[in-house]
């Protein structure tokens, strides 16, 4: 780790020119968390009719930002900074300067015209959306899912095809999954989902087969919702959330927005009904919350060495705390005690081994959010496709529903009935991250590989976590991920910290003992 | 009215330089909105570590937002529409045009770093005024308060000294007082307060002797908060706020701030003892905002013809529903009721004139925005006096909390023990609002001289009030005040509404016969 130690000491290289490179990055990405204020806003307070002066404000702002990242003044300094031994010298402030080039340059590829007209459509198409959900009308959404996709074949031109790392083809999808997943192509992510797929729908085959229904009467206890907000807060901390710089709240569509050093936010959803599934919602969403918060503690704002790595890896520090704490059995024995503690119901003949079993059922369902954690990687896989065909214009926007419908007949068995429970479920097309699905399912791949490796490391990490001490799981993602900033590109990460490229084995492995137990395949 | 219903016939003149004109005020003003978002969110929801970044931000955003008022095109713009008939032929368009160079001859008057210097300042002052006043530590927020008056003080400069309207003598405090107050100089406040302290000092003197107590129990019962919230709500509805169009939360300092169309937002504060405290926290925000969402409905964001007058105006609005309306006792023949129903705490044996009679106890207090209608006149008094000075350098910021504390107990009979009771309570000063105060007891005497006049016009008020009917009163106040945007300054519009100039005799006959009759004077 010589190259993260160097970047870590903080003791900064001395140019001129790097300097003022960094002070209006800095500055750019102050607007820039101004425009997270006003998305965080709009979803999480705003009255209805703020609608149309947030599509203003954001449009208007997204322009001024953008003009600041593409100012040519960067362009300059970026070049007297190449030319200077002072920063090209220095390992880590070279890494950052290559990045900083990078979306640099893909900045001043898109005209300011089309940032604003992107942001004013993201805004008004997501109340669209909601709107459409609402009543279930794919019709009132369609229009705005058909000038997203063709605003992004837009956006895609102009980024041009990107280089291919492996001499894979690649196409304009991947020049817009280079926004959120830098340094891998869809055709390495096919690569990686082909051999995933086939073990899952084995297991979930499996174990639909398997005649064992777990008991999953805990899921049914009615708790009030103060004292689950309680109990969430209380469990976020734990997992290392400082509410002294950032909040939990609640919206429709759980999420987390850093607005930037101190103000890290996100939110939640609960129903009565189904408290732990609000709790691993939270410990979701903490998980990227407090690899914001970490990235905030490098202390460089605005740079790539203070910015995550990729949304693969984001999703793998949300997936971790889900899924690989929050559904094991050690958590549970630290947290239904602390829950019991907490609440008026009575849930004291529920045991932590029927909790584990609980939020461990693998059952197919139409929402993304409350699938499990085998099922849901299908989900991906199918919005992957989707996306991928509708923006080479392969699949018309009208035919979406039928596309979806038929998708979640084959892959799940299910039955759509209503567009809500179907294409209609998710935010992400209405916001405009089209090549961001299947960064969810990298995230899980991540996660797993990953979680191996802590396993190695912090050999006594159950006996810990069934004490509710996190403290060494949170200090060994802080060191290898979270202070790591952007020096690494995923892939590369990956290597470094477990020796092996990505693959599906550890998740598969984990999946596979885990549920296999469950369901005594 | 002939020349408001120009202005309110939508069909406007036809000239292209104006057209841009109004289109370069629109994207300003959405930038300002943008702001008064970050304000409040800072006020409401921000965690305390953010407030760091926030500053940055505001300093950011407001120097932006300033360039975008000053740009020399707008000038440009004026001088082109001043010498272009269809503008000036309009009657309504010509004050519009008139004030929009006004307002631009300020702006340009400033500089930028002064501006964002301004913004900055007023974010940090703000926290640590808010530690201060936890501490009660005056000592640690009077840095704060010398740099808020020295770069108000430069702010002075820069605008220079104002012309008098009728040849008084005019001061720095009068260059800053003209951004709250335009029309008004300290000069004519004082001629007008003068003798409102009088006959004021003269009926509390009375009233302390009366040895009568009202009966206060109402003041006393407990009512949950999540119940008052739902009272609070029903009364700011059936006031004419629009929930679909704002938002009411709570913060410490209850305040009102409007984004812009579509989004007003106002807080209140609630203990859980003294329901009727709140409420009347809430209608007064309610007038505040209600004022706001009227000014919206012009169509005109970002135009003089769509702002407030003057915060005199806008805060006759507020005291009006507080006062004249939550004060009186045919709103409590109404509310009471209505606070019965949402209640699970028993109130079956307070009547409504016992609420009437609890609201308008008369009792010095140490706090302003807890003061009773009489005293509380006397409290912006001293905050008028003492901010001069402080301005002037007659009064240093050290010597303030002395100042503060002897003028308490000459004018209230109190001996103040704690800065947090005394001159740390406010807020406006941490937020550079200085020359604001007195445009609370100006509200209260426009409030007064229209309330006059509404009862001539709808001369059944009480008797809807009584039934919880205030269409007729909203109707009245929309059609003189909320429609006609800043057609009028607020001496003009007392006039033409009233048909007299500004007085203290309709305010003071009002609590004197009030008063007097709840007392036995």
Redesign the interface.
């Known amino acids: 780790m010589t190259i993260a130690q160097a970047s870590a000491t903080g003791s900064r290289v001395r140019s001129e020119s790097y300097d003022e490179l960094l002070r209006l990055l800095r ?1 750019a990405a ?2 820039g ?2 425009e997270s ?2 998305s965080w ?1 709009q979803e999480t ?10 599509a ?2 954001l449009s ?2 997204s322009g ?1 930002t953008h003009a600041k990242r593409t100012d040519p003044r960067i362009g300059e300094l970026i070049a007297a900074c190449e030319a200077d031994e002072a920063v090209t010298g220095d390992a880590a402030e070279r890494v950052n300067l290559a990045e900083i080039k990078r979306l640099y340059e893909r900045s001043t590829k898109l005209p300011g015209k089309l940032v604003s007209e992107l942001a004013r459509t993201s805004s008004e198409a997501m109340e669209a959306w909601k709107a459409a959900r609402a009543k279930s009308d794919f019709a009132m959404f369609a229009p705005w899912l058909e000038k997203t996709f063709e605003l992004h074949r837009e956006k895609a031109a102009c980024y041009g095809l990107p280089e291919s790392p492996d001499g894979s083809p690649v196409t304009p999808y991947d020049a817009l999954m280079a926004d959120f997943e830098p340094g891998m192509t869809a055709h390495q992510v096919e690569a990686i989902f082909a051999p995933l797929r086939e073990r899952l729908t084995a297991l979930i085959g499996a174990i639909g087969a398997s005649g064992v229904t777990p008991d999953d009467a805990l899921l049914r206890e009615r708790v009030p919702l103060e004292e689950q907000i309680a109990f969430n807060k209380l469990v976020a901390a734990r997992l290392g959330f ?6 939990l709240d609640v919206s429709t569509h759980p999420f987390s927005e850093t ?5 890290v936010r996100m939110t939640t959803r609960y129903s009565e009904a189904r408290f732990p599934e609000a709790c691993l919602t939270t410990m979701h969403e903490t998980g990227h919350s407090v690899y914001e918060q970490g990235l905030n503690d490098t202390g460089r704002f605005g740079q790539p060495l203070g910015m995550h790595i990729s949304l693969g890896i984001h999703e793998s520090q949300s997936r971790m705390l889900e899924n690989f704490v929050g559904r094991s059995l050690p958590f549970w024995e630290w947290a239904l005690p602390e829950a019991r503690k907490l609440f008026t119901t009575d849930i004291s003949r529920h045991t932590p081994e029927q909790a584990f079993r609980a939020v461990n059922a693998v059952r197919p369902h139409f929402i993304r959010v409350e699938s499990d954690e085998a099922t849901y990687n299908l989900h991906i896989m199918l919005r992957f496709d989707l996306e991928r065909a509708l923006l080479a214009g392969d699949l018309s926007v009208a035919d979406l529903p039928g596309a979806w419908n038929e998708r979640m007949r084959a892959d799940l068995g299910l039955e759509v009935k209503e567009d809500r429970l179907g294409c209609l479920q998710d935010v992400h097309w209405s916001m405009g991250a089209i090549g961001y699905f299947p960064t969810y399912t990298l995230g899980n791949l991540y996660a797993g590989q990953m979680w191996d490796k802590i396993g190695a490391d912090v050999p006594d990490l159950d006996d810990r976590m069934r004490r509710g001490d996190y403290a060494a799981l949170l200090a060994w993602l802080h060191e290898h991920v979270h202070a790591v900033g952007r020096l690494r590109t995923a892939p590369a990460l990956c290597e470094h910290i477990t020796g092996s490229p990505l693959s599906h084995e550890p998740l598969m492995r984990h999946l596979e003992a885990k549920l296999g137990a469950i369901y005594g395949l």
Chains 1, 2 share one sequence.
Do not use: C
Request: proline share 9%.
């Open positions: 500055e102050v607007l968390s101004v204020l006003l806003d307070m705003m009255a209805p009719r703020g609608a149309p002066l947030r203003d404000q208007a702002l001024i400082s509410f002294e710089g950032g909040r607005m930037g050093p101190g103000d």
